[in-house]
Every structure is written in C-alpha cells, then in structure tokens.
C-alpha cells in the first residue's frame, strides 16, 4: 500500500489559506512533521556543508547510504542523483534547519527510493538578483558532476527539483540563464546534458511585475524583462521535465500551470507531464514527500526511474 | 513498492503508433496481457449478466468478495463502489471477453483496493444515437442504487468511470444529459447525488464535426449541436471530477484535456485533477491498473478515497 496521510490530516491542510505566509508554513508543518518524525527523515549518511563556491550560501549537503561510497571512479554501484534546490520567495530558505525535517526529508526520500540526495542552498536576493539562482544551480550540477562520485552517484544520472522559487531557479538554468558558471566553465545554449531530466514544484515560469514586497521584487526588480521568462527555453529545452501544482496552491501557480499546459499544447501538440497534487498547499507539497506518497512521491519517483534507469 | 511495468515494456508501449485501431489495441494488450495473468484479473466473486434495463447490453457484471455479500440492507461493512464503462468508438466493446483481461481486470482492482467492482456495457450506434449512452449510465446508477447493497456495495458511495467513448458517456451523464432513466425515473439537472465521482479518462468534451469512418459519425452524425458539448456540464457540476490523458493518447484527447485546463481555470481559478498517464496509450491506460499503478492507479485510487471515506 502506498503511504497515505490520513483523510482528517488532509482535510485539516486544505483548510488552511492558501495565500503564502509564515502561518502557512507553521500550520503545514506543524500537521505533516509528526508523521515525519514517526518514519524518519534522516538518511544513514549526511556529510553537510560541502562548498561548491566560495560564496557562504553556496554550500550543499550529500545523503546517502554508507554503501553508497565505493570510491572515486565511476563504477556500476553508483546511484542516481536527485538534487533539491529549497523555495523561500527568492530572500530565505535554508537546505537544513535543525531539529525540524526541512529539508532533510527530501535526502531521506530519494535514499529511500535508492538515490543519492543532494539538498543544496543557493544565494538570496536583495544582494544577488536574477540570474544568480540559476548560476548557482549550474555550479552546484558542475561541481557534482566532478565530484558526486566519490560519495556514491553517478555523475551522469543528475535528476534537479525545484520548489517554489527553487523552481524558478531550476527552470532559469534548463533555459540556459545559469549562464557561466562560478568556476568559469562555459555553458552553451544546447549542452544541457549535465541533468536527465529537471521537476519543477510550483514554479512560476513568466513574470511581468513585481511590487516592492512581493516575492519576485527584491530578486527581478519592479519589472522583470523579457530575458527573465523561462517558458520558451523550458518549452525548446530537450531535458524531460516534470511539472507540478498543488490543489492548494494559490491562482499565480495554477494560473501558471495552466500557460505551461497552453503553451505546450501549441509547442508539441500533447499535454506536459504535470502533476496535480491533491489536498496540499504551497508549503505542504514537498513535505508529503515519504509520509504522503500518492500526493508527489509516486510520480516523482516514476519520473526519476524512467530517466535515469535502463530502457532496455 | 508500488506495482510498476519494466522499462522495456513501457519503451515498447511507447513505440506503438498513438493512432487508435485494431492494431494498437492487439499490441498494447499482447504487451499487457502477461502481467495481467501473473497477477490475476478476476475477483473471488463475479456475478455476471445482471440486467438494469430491457435491452441485451444493459447488463453489468459485479465483482466482489465473498465477504462483501453482507445481506439486503445498508450496513456499516458496505465497500464503496467503483462503476466502470468500457469505450470502443462508440460503436463497439464490451465489459467482458472471455480469456482476456479486459475489462474483468477493473473488477479486480477495484476488490483489490477493498471496492465493490461493477463493469457494465451500453448500447451501441448507429441503432442508438446520443445520448443513449448517457441514458444507459444514469439507468446503471440507478439500478446500483436500488440494487447494490444486496452485493455488499454502498449505494451511497458510488464512483463512476468511463474509458475513451465510455468517458464521454459518463461526462454526458455528469452534465445531465442522460434526462430521464429507463425506468421512468426523473433526473432534474441539480440532483446529481447519485455518484460521490466520476473519472474521465481520454475522453473528448467537445466534438463538432464528424466524418463518416470517425468515431463520433455513428453516434452524433456529422455535425455535433452545441447540446453535445459536456465541457459547461462539467464546469457547472459539484461532482469530483478527476481527467486523464496519456501520454501516447493521439492529438485530439491532448487538445481535449487542454482544453478542460483552460476551461477549468477560467471558470474556478484552478487547475482540474487532471493525470497524465505516462508511458501509456489510449488502450493501455486502462490495463495499466494493478501492473503499473504508478501510471493512474495510485491517483485514481486516492480520488476514490477521497470521496467514498471518513473525512473526519
């Protein structure tokens, strides 16, 4: 059986405002992390804080089995990689937050699943604006493709998933907006061959305008130009990618869903692959992870699977 | 571990061409059918023939347990109940062909997820025109309504689904256009409580043009009216309603299902509940349940839940 939330729990999230806020997150957890603590949301193996700039926030953590170390060199026991890169309207977030299972669950998850997980921090706005999200993405995928290795992944089966503006992040560098990254190694506009496939978590694909408190403001400026939308380099992008929204997402995020839906049926004539997350919100929606499985966990799983797996 | 396809099988569905015809049915099932027999396809108990109206194909078959039989009155033990109808263009299909799975295979997975299982056939063009099928739904339910407790089903907790010409049946049926019953109940357009939901899956909602040859020409002639249309009935109902496409679903479900996202925003804010079946096409959506449910099991299970359980 597929590990199912209990219908009062759900009925209790979908109660709660789906406007973004501190309170949203506070209840969320306070409903989803008691199921978090019962399974466990720490993998055997976490080596935290490792550099993949020089930058303080640019800093990521591995998590993984013991076995899952069999040394430097590319070798048929590696594990697919899933990385996470945390949401926080472009100003806050954090990989790990002590004591609570942000975001460490999502390492669990995927160590679950067999991978190795990688939860990594990014820079924040104000100081670092669009497309530093995206620059930072891109170090942290060279910086593992060098080096994932010797932690037990294989280099060359990276599954990226954003949250939130950790979406926005990731679909910046499936657009090719990561640019060059920090340690000076050209990406070109076609060689996005570092990722077998990208999830992108209540994102927002396409921004206009931001007033001076709204999330997008500090990081893109009152009015985010042109070059800052993703949606054609998602919609050209030949990397398999996996969208989703949350039943409890507020009108920015379906509404964004649904021009990636538009969009891609004038593109490719077909449907994207898109989940819909039934009874979660904009916070919940990576914490169903493990302890509500049939809300992401299982399509996400699938999609990973599929693009890192033998297809015989 | 949810039930999953090896990735050679889903490389080789993916390979079929997504045209709907005899040859995609026979290579989609040949691919299946092994699985099927591995797992099983056939309840513990399957009542056959049971007839909800005057015509040789208004019958239905009732998959159950032993167990489920609890005695003639409503009782507590009662399983929700999952009502299936099979496509076939319109003109063609059947809820049961000897040796095969299709579609017994529904009744088992409904028992196996503790439901009442009930597959049923209708009538078929050019002899009976829109909304026949329709008709034959809403005369299904009322039957099962009626009927179903003295099989151990909740009359109260009925789900219905319906496959390609069977989704547009249960949409028609949703959207009211089933009218009057066979039995000479009445149905006025806002008591649609006979059904706590409906799944819609590869369905059209929208047809306004037909050739001689196409699937619609037989059952709506060539030139659809608006009455035809599903698409507001569907917006307007307060019945849960989960969509389905797959991947390999030709160009016209895609641009259908796309065309409900669009629709369902403009009308509520949202997106629908809307699965997109990977890795499947438009007969093997179907027969991916109990041997792939990661593909539509597990979110057409948990929408059942969702609306035949406790919410506290």
Redesign the interface.
């Known amino acids: 059986m597929?590990q199912?939330l209990?219908?009062?729990v759900?009925?209790r999230l979908r109660a709660i405002d789906h406007a973004v806020s501190p309170e949203q997150a506070r209840d969320s957890w306070a409903l989803l992390t008691p199921f978090h603590e019962k399974i466990g949301y720490q993998a055997p193996r976490i080596e935290r804080d490792l550099s993949y700039g020089e930058h303080p926030r640019q800093r990521l953590d591995v998590h993984s089995l013991d076995t899952h170390r069999v040394g430097d060199s590319p070798a048929p026991g590696l594990a697919p990689v899933l990385v996470f890169v945390h949401g926080g309207g472009f100003v806050g977030g954090d990989k790990h937050t002590p004591g609570t299972p942000r975001y460490d669950l999502v390492g669990a998850w995927a160590v679950r699943h067999g991978l190795v997980g990688v939860t990594m921090t990014h820079r924040l706005a104000p100081e670092f604006g669009w497309p530093a999200g995206a620059q930072d993405v891109a170090a942290a995928i060279a910086w593992l493709r060098s080096n994932i290795a010797d932690h037990g992944g294989d280099p060359d089966r990276i599954v990226v998933a954003g949250n939130s503006a950790g979406a926005v992040h990731v679909a910046d560098y499936i657009a090719g907006h990561g640019g060059t990254s920090l340690d000076g190694t050209s990406f070109d506009g076609t060689s996005f061959d570092g990722v077998r496939g990208a999830a992108l978590l209540s994102g927002i694909y396409q921004l206009r305008s931001a007033q001076p408190g709204e999330p997008g403001y500090a990081y893109y400026g009152a009015s985010p130009g042109e070059e800052t939308s993703t949606l054609t380099g998602l919609l050209e992008s030949s990397i398999p990618l996996l969208f989703s929204?949350a039943?409890r997402d507020g009108?920015a995020f379906?509404?964004a869903?649904?021009g990636v839906?538009?969009a891609?049926?004038a593109r490719h004539?077909?449907?994207?692959?898109?989940?819909?997350v039934?009874?979660h919100n904009h916070m919940s929606t990576i914490g169903s992870l493990s302890i509500d499985?049939?809300?992401l966990g299982?399509?996400l799983?699938?999609?990973i699977?599929?693009n890192t797996?033998?297809?015989?």
């Open positions: 597929v199912q209990p219908l009062d759900i009925a929204v039943e009108p379906h509404q869903a649904a839906v538009s891609w049926l004539g077909t449907m994207p692959d898109l989940v819909w039934d009874g499985e049939a809300a299982v399509p799983a699938r999609f699977e599929r797996g033998v297809t015989g």
